[in-house]
């Protein structure tokens, strides 16, 4: 006899399962590839019970996204905790960490996903994004050792995730830039934030 009655930890379990899975799946196929049947057979429960917790794949995609954040806070104290290590060694590492995400089982939008996903979102959906968004980048400033502004949160946010999406999107959606150099130019770009960080770390100890 089919279940018609769910309690509250019920419904947080089933949802938990619906954001791993949908994170598994676009993380190894993409957004586009990966269909809601793919998600609902993956957690166990029917495309009907799906829909009463979202309205579509991209709102889950986004809300699944959510779930990596405290993992890669962790991976950032671990790299900064690490012994022998001078600081800029020490971010450089986290740096590249975070450049290879689906080696990592982390998903990390390319253009393409980002235009799909953000199109269909709500002003409120797209409004929860930006501050998860935030909240995020102003912990990992604070973990790195670097005294948090609005302005230094929201230029840490555009330079890592410049060069975060560009090297997913080499060669595939980006092919006028060469493939063979990506690693090379990545590690340049890298190093041009940390340079931007230590001078934050320094004009913070002159203050």
């Known amino acids: 006899m089919p279940r018609v009655a769910y309690s509250r930890q019920d419904r947080q379990n089933v949802k938990e399962s619906l954001q791993a899975a949908a994170l598994e799946l676009v993380a190894a196929h ?55 290590k001078c600081w800029r060694e020490k971010v450089m590492e986290f740096f590249l960490w975070c450049c290879t995400g689906e080696k990592n089982n982390i998903f990390v939008m390319s253009i393409e996903e980002q235009q799909i996903i953000f199109s269909r979102l709500s002003h409120s959906g797209l409004d929860l994004f930006r501050e998860k968004q935030y909240e995020l980048f102003d912990s990992l400033l604070e973990i790195l050792g670097v005294r948090r502004t609005r302005d230094r949160v929201n230029i840490f946010i555009n330079l890592l995730m410049s060069v975060i999406v560009i090297k997913k999107g080499v060669p595939g959606s980006i092919p006028l830039l060469v493939d063979e150099y990506s690693d090379k130019s990545t590690e340049i770009q890298l190093e041009g934030i940390t340079d931007f960080l230590e001078r934050c770390r320094k004009q913070d100890k002159t203050a």
């Open 30 to 84: 993409g957004v586009r590839a990966t269909t809601v049947e793919q998600i609902y057979k993956r957690a166990g429960i029917s495309r009907t019970f799906f829909y009463s917790f979202y309205s579509c794949k991209e709102d889950l995609v986004v809300e699944a996204m959510y779930m990596q954040q405290p993992r890669v806070l962790k991976k950032a104290r671990d790299f900064m905790e690490k012994n022998g």
